[in-house]
């Protein structure tokens, strides 16, 4: 790769941006216009932000940067979700850059660090993850289950980068590869890694949110966790599999055991331990059954072949 200035995108998803939106963009304006002056991208590199189906004046305000000529702008029909967004704008932009860099709009990512990203692209690296350094201003709780998370899905066989969001840096040609991924349960932070592309990794300090709230609660954490386990591992199938074994064998050991109790005529009736014996078998098949089902939601999910989004307007 050479060392020539080269375009650069940057993409943006929105959903309810309103408050944090105009200081986003100036401060990433604020950024092309360094990394023009240091001769990194070129005079074609743009900001992409994409409306994900927003409830307040986010796509106003996008319509109203889209005048200048670094600025565009994405509306999608409906609210698709963070990971549809982002897909529709790295595919809008991979037709028109040579690199996409993707990152919230809430500036939580530190967005000095894309020097170093497009540093990294032009001495040859395609894939550029942006990772953070530590976990000081999230909670207890958050910091606690995020490591959790990340230690399952290793544990499940998954590639991830620990502590590694959606900022990150890559090649048009890396973009063009991900279109080749039709699955409609998309995990992006598992998917990237499977292109086998070279990839690095830069280092961040996450800032506090600037302003609004944020867009990821308990809910929504704990659901996108479950998205990504059961879309690239079938482990949690596995493991069902394993309980029902185990159960199985303490049942034969339990019947063995009434056997003996029956014929040496000490068989005591009792209704607290049949009890907690049906329940503990009806809660394991249930658990079991809602794992199985998790599964054939998305099998049906994939051969319906449903658009991910559509793209109602481009500013």
């Known amino acids: 790769m050479s060392r020539e200035a080269f375009t650069l995108a940057m993409v943006v998803p929105c959903y309810n941006e309103e408050e944090v939106l105009p200081a986003t963009k100036e401060e990433l304006t604020k950024l092309l216009d360094r990394l023009k002056e240091q001769n990194l991208v070129n005079e074609k590199s743009f900001i992409c932000f994409v409306d994900d189906g927003s409830k307040d004046r986010t796509w106003e305000l996008i319509e109203e940067f889209s005048k ?150 308990l809910k929504k954490m704990l659901a996108f966790a479950w998205d990504g386990i059961t879309s690239f591992s079938v482990a949690p199938l596995r493991f069902i599999t394993i309980v029902g074994f185990i159960t199985l064998v303490v049942s034969l050991l339990l019947s063995l055991w009434a056997i003996g109790a029956k014929l040496s005529g000490s068989a005591v009736s009792g209704w607290t331990s049949m009890m907690l014996i049906v329940l503990f078998l009806g809660g394991v098949q249930m658990l079991s059954l809602g794992v199985i089902g998790e599964y054939i939601g998305k099998i049906y999910k994939e051969t319906k072949r449903r658009p991910r989004f559509f793209v109602e307007k481009i500013v």
């Open 68 to 217: 200048e000529p670094h600025i565009k702008g994405l509306k999608l029909s409906r609210n698709c979700g963070h990971q549809n967004a982002l897909l529709s704008g790295l595919f809008y932009a991979e037709g028109l850059c040579d690199a996409a860099v993707s990152l919230d709009a809430d500036l939580q990512d530190d967005v000095s660090v894309v020097e170093q990203m497009c540093q990294k692209f032009q001495e040859g690296v395609e894939i550029v993850y942006g990772v953070r350094k530590r976990r000081d201003t999230d909670t207890w709780f958050k910091r606690t289950t995020a490591e959790g998370f990340y230690k399952v899905m290793r544990l499940m066989g998954v590639d991830i980068i620990e502590n590694h969001a959606d900022f990150r840096l890559m090649s048009k040609r890396a973009l063009s590869w991900l279109k080749e991924f039709e699955e409609v349960n998309l995990f992006l932070r598992g998917i990237i890694p499977l292109l086998g592309l070279k990839s690095d990794i830069v280092y961040y300090d996450r800032k506090e949110r600037f302003a609004g709230e944020s867009k990821y609660p």
